[in-house]
């Protein structure tokens, strides 16, 4: 057994390292490039269940107004009415409502709300392994995405561009790197 994958049984309460994670996007800009973003200001919370993966939960909380592109000018559009619009919604959720597990490939499918628009999305994780730290904290870590149409929660502004296709995809990959701590 690797060091990484140390630990037989990951069952408990976890509280997601933000510092140690990222959660972040990728659209692609002018069909002919990708742009990235992540959110700064975000946290979540899981209860693992390794015998019983369907009795486990997450919960996810996003402040959309953390979004960071490097841009400046790009997040300050993202955050206007036109995208996110976080002055009338300053908050995300999900909300898990069912959790399945196929050896080390997980799949937690829950109820996402972006602009007060909630829909079911099924996001697919890979354990990537659980250690005790340095400090003594036991850790998990997992890695997953899903691809959304962003369309689905109002986020619909677009600008044609002259050669055919629009400026910014409708499709969005979420993507998921955690590190979680098991709570004392």
């Known amino acids: 057994m690797s060091e990484s994958s140390a630990l037989t049984d990951i069952t408990g309460d976890y509280t997601l390292d933000t510092a140690h994670s990222r959660l972040g996007f990728v659209a692609r800009h002018a069909v ?8 700064t200001d975000w946290n979540a ?43 009338n919604f300053p908050e995300w959720t999900f909300v898990s409502t069912d959790v399945s597990r196929d050896g080390d490939d997980w799949a937690i499918t829950g109820d996402l709300t972006i602009k007060g628009v909630t829909k079911s999305v099924t996001i697919d994780f890979e354990e990537n392994g659980s250690a005790k730290d340095p400090f ?21 502004w677009n600008a044609a561009l002259e050669t055919g296709g629009v400026l910014v995809s409708e499709k969005i990959k979420l993507e998921f790197d955690i590190s979680a701590i098991k709570n004392a």
């Open 136 to 156: 003594g904290n036991i850790r998990v870590g997992f890695e997953g995405s899903v691809t959304v149409n962003r369309k689905d929660w109002g986020l619909t």
């Open 32 to 39: 002919v490039t990708k742009v990235r973003g992540q959110f």
């Open 45 to 87: 919370t899981a209860h693992i269940d390794a015998a019983n993966p369907a009795g486990s939960s997450v919960t996810l909380t996003i402040n959309p107004g953390s979004v960071s592109t490097g841009a400046p000018d790009r997040d300050g559009h993202l955050t206007s009415a036109d995208f996110f619009d976080v002055e």
